[in-house]
């Protein structure tokens, strides 16, 4: 049977007898809603991005209904957690670690970040611990706590002043290594303070590029960013594996540091090498800071180790979940790829009145493509609208189509749905029409899964 459907600014006809089964599992598509699996504490004003009469959001842990989508922030995410059901995974923070990113990319899982959502707060660290570094203010706080206790505070404050000289920043040159958007914030605001900058990121966007001071110098090299700067901010990904970024602060770059530098890394610890650093630090006047722990180098005089604290304020928590959450929906309600780490972006417009949208994601080789259009041949559906984008072992391909065939009656959409489903090289599809929670269909190694 059919039922008439508004979406998309028209009523469309679509045989959703088809999504009534329980083939996930559970009563999921009873309720007519979208439903978000949390794990970890998830900042209520970015949960409230999701409307509640489209969407359930429930913590993971004792869930009833099998989820849509899942987010998190630091829960280190088991395939097992991942049930036939979730079409996308989203985390609120920019790094994916936690994730099995390969795994999820061969199911056929989109998995998004938040990209800049924390930027502020990260930057905002960054400047502290360039005066953290310049001024020895733990050192001086430290002192003042050892005072207090001996009740000598007052009658010292004064005359051990000298042991704690520092120098200003103003004037000084800074290396941002990685200008994206934590390090082109950091260079900006930087410069704002009176400091030079230089910068290094070989693939510096054209957006970060005119967002940066206009006098900052642009190095071809770490070696040439570093060789005359004051202090240095790490603000790169941690890449594992040949060419990645593991202990990229290693000897090589250090030995073209100058002997009282200040290294800021708030990125990742594994950038830099542990043993190297100490040989460094105990060989110079430099400073070494971080918000990630170091077995090494917790204690050496010259570094200042602090909690993990980038991206922990209330405002990063917000940006980063609303941020999170209207990823989620506009690939749920329209099929949208925005910031993935492992899908090609897909920037799709509204659809056009009297068509449903069809997404399929499949392996990313010769022939799919051409399948999918003839199974739409076959069904005698005509393809509004088509968009096909690809991103190393994954193709993504959208198609608006028209559900009514020749004779004025509706498209049989639930044998087209498993037809190209289960063409070689497909691992999942979609039919959107209006209706939250229903349309989804999964190739488990040859199995049709709805």
Known sequence: SSRCLTGGGASVPVDVDHYTNEGFGGDAKKSGKYNIQTFNKISQKGLDTFPVDSYNVDPADGASTPAHALLLRSHKLKEE??????RAIARCGAGTNNIPVARMTELGIPVFNTPGANANAVKELVLCGLLLGSRKIVAGINHM???GKQGLAKERVEKDKALFGGREIKGKTLAVIGLGHIGASTARDA?????????YDPGL????????????TLADSIASAVSKADYVSLNIPYIKGEGGTHGIIGKQALKHFKKDCVLLNFARGELVDSDDMKDYLDASNGVYISDFPDDLLWDHEQSIIIPHLGASTGEAEDSAAAMAAETIRLYMETGTIRHSVNFPDTALLGRSANTIRITVVNKNKPGVLALITEACAKANLNIVQQINQSKGDIAYTV???????????????????KEVTLLEGVLN???IFGMPGVGYARNVEGTYVI
């Open 81 to 86: 957690e991942v049930g036939v059901s979730v």
């Open 145 to 147: 706590t050892d005072l």
């Open 191 to 199: 410069a704002e303070l009176g400091m030079d900058i230089v910068g």
């Open 205 to 216: 966007s054209v957006a970060n590029a005119l967002g940066l001071p206009r006098d900052m």
């Open 399 to 417: 198609l608006d189509i028209d559900p009514v065939v020749e004779d004025g009656s509706s498209a049989n959409l639930a044998d087209f749905q």
């Open 429 to 431: 599809s979609r039919i």
